[in-house]
């Protein structure tokens, strides 16, 4: 029933949404030696248990990132992506990706290359699924200043095939000012802004998420459960009606909270703070997006009603132009 359930999902990555038969199939052909073992396979690729940190997870991802070496490849990868997530009952899927994390190691691949790739492998999936889809484009905290520069040109040059930016990776340590200009830049070419922010558990992680907002002009917090910690804070982003995109999975993985059932969803959301649900990484978590659907049914006891009201929030704050999602979704009274 949860499978069947028409859904969004706003915050995916597709750099690391690959299937795992095409990880393990691909993997040698460009040099990485598997082990015999399937389980080690696993274990060298996939995060299926709780791991140490943040960190720790975004570590093994730059394993599975040799695998993105060819514009083959990463075709593949956008249309397998948008297959399986309408399989898993996804009808509107923004997808990201971090244009300096695929080129990274991969002399081979520019920023042209990959996003001509990616951007053909989605158009092929949306001719085949009635789905409607959009790409992100990542900016990397931890890169420098000057690459934070050339992705956000790169996006607002390609604003007809990109519908947003975002700012990624560990916020421990980075300063948002010094991105401010990047995104009001971005925002003014007429791009949508999401934030990574309020992810880790860190006592100034409801400040960061209040700065992404205020500072990086974010309309949408990725993650950002850790304000929880802050009524003041939550009050700001109730009251602005910036909503969260929530990944329960991911978050019990990284360890963003000690498990389940200590994870705020539901009190965020009977705060009045718009949730989304979403699925990060599942390609790598080797999830499903109804994975985290069943978590909030089995442990925050979220009902269908609730999940339907959630998906037409999503629906609401997609940067997916509005006619196009039209041509696929159907509110669920219309009989959806």
Known sequence: ALRS??????HRHLDCSMR????????????IELPSDPKRQREEFLITTQMKDLESVLKK??????????????????????????????????????????TDGHPSLNFESVHQALHRGIERAKS????????????QRIKPLAEAERVVDFVIDHKDSFIGLDLADNEDGFDPLPFAP?????KKAGLRITVHSG?????????????????????????????????????????RKIPLEVCPHSNWLTQAFPDHA????????EAGIIITVNSDDPGLFASTLTDDYEILQRVHRFTPH???????????ASFIPAAEIRKVWASPSKGM
């Open 61 to 102: 991802f730059l394993r599975a990132q040799r695998v993105l070496a060819s514009t083959e490849i990463l075709e593949r990868l956008a249309f397998e992506a948008c297959e399986d997530a309408y399989n898993d009952g996804v009808i509107v899927m923004e997808m990201r990706y971090a244009p300096t994390f695929i």
């Open 182 to 186: 990047l995104f009001m830049k971005a």
């Open 306 to 316: 609730e999940f339907a009201a959630m998906n037409e929030e999503a629906v609401r």
């Open 20 to 31: 795992w038969s095409t990880l393990i199939e691909l993997a040698p052909q460009v040099g």
């Open 199 to 239: 992810e880790i558990p860190h006592p100034q992680s409801p400040k960061w998420v209040k700065a992404s907002v205020e500072i990086l002009g974010a309309e949408r917090i990725g993650h950002g459960i850790q304000i929880i910690q802050s009524p003041e804070v939550m009050a700001f982003i109730r009251d």
């Open 128 to 139: 085949r699924f009635p789905i409607a889809a959009g790409l992100i484009g990542i900016v």
């Open 5 to 10: 359930l028409p859904k969004v999902d706003l």
């Open 262 to 269: 200590a994870h705020p969803v539901r009190k965020l959301h």
